[in-house]
Antibody, heavy 120, light 111 residues
Framework: EVQLVESGGGLVQPGRSLRLSCLSSGFPFDVYAVSWFRQAPGKGLEWVGLIRRKAYGATAEYAASVKGRFTISRDDTKSTAYLQMNSLKTEDTAVYYCTKYSDNDPFDFWGQGTLVTVSS | DVVMTQSPLSLSVTLGQPASISCRSS???????????LNWFQQRPGQSPRRLIYEVSKRDSGVPDRFSGSGSGTDFTLKISRVEAEDIGVYYC?????????FGQGTRLEI
């Protein structure tokens, strides 16, 4: 069974950092890209970024709203992707989701999400 | 960035009746490989999003066949042939052709 489990959310002060994890199972993690999304309270969905598989250099793309502050990485030995969030702002408050991605099967499985609250 | 515009933003439907959601993009979603990366997601209250449709019209396994996707270029539609109670929630279109990927505002379906 395919599963993606996000963790690492919590309450953090503006300007501080937080790292989220996305632990995956039930599929060959190393052959898929991983994408992160977020949803602010009561708002719509927003794409945050994506990291390609190692065969494509494990390079990443980001939304303009997080570029330069957020970094996505992956550890294929642990079937885990990470979202390092620096210089957090109150507007980064949201539930963060991760999904697996391939051109042939994009965003087919989502985790349950982890809530990040940025507040003083 | 590609702007995705959904309409209507709210839809009240009688059980058993059809529903239709429009999604328009500010530029063509046809990628250089000839494929169109337009997805539809459903988000039921209190749940994570769920993919319903990808590449315009490919329905996910487990998604009832009353859901269908159509369209091309910049104009896309999600149709529900006969709305059931379990269909309540918010529906989003999302393009995966151009960086950054972008969503429509969401359409809230009510019974």
């Amino acid at each position: 069974e395919v599963q993606l489990v996000e963790s690492g959310g919590g309450l953090v002060q503006p300007g501080r950092s937080l790292r989220l994890s996305c632990l995956s199972s039930g599929f060959p993690f190393d052959v898929y890209a991983v994408s992160w999304f977020r949803q602010a309270p009561g708002k719509g969905l927003e794409w945050v970024g994506l990291i390609r598989r190692k065969a494509y250099g494990a390079t990443a793309e980001y939304a303009a709203s997080v570029k330069g502050r957020f970094t996505i990485s992956r550890d294929d030995t642990k079937s885990t992707a990470y979202l390092q969030m620096n210089s957090l702002k109150t507007e980064d408050t949201a539930v963060y989701y991760c999904t697996k991605y391939s051109d042939n099967d994009p965003f087919d499985f989502w985790g349950q999400g982890t809530l990040v609250t940025v507040s003083s | 960035d590609v702007v995705m515009t959904q309409s209507p933003l709210s839809l009240s439907v009688t059980l058993g009746q059809p529903a239709s959601i429009s999604c328009r993009s500010s530029q063509s979603l046809v990628y250089s490989d000839g494929r169109t990366y337009l997805n539809w997601f459903q988000q039921r209250p209190g749940q994570s999003p769920r993919r319903l449709i990808y590449e315009v019209s490919k329905r996910d396994s487990g998604v009832p066949d009353r859901f269908s996707g159509s369209g091309s270029g910049t104009d896309f539609t999600l149709k529900i042939s006969r709305v059931e109670a379990e269909d309540i929630g918010v529906y989003y279109c999302m393009q995966g052709t151009h960086w950054p990927f972008t969503f429509g505002q969401g359409t809230r379906l009510e019974i």
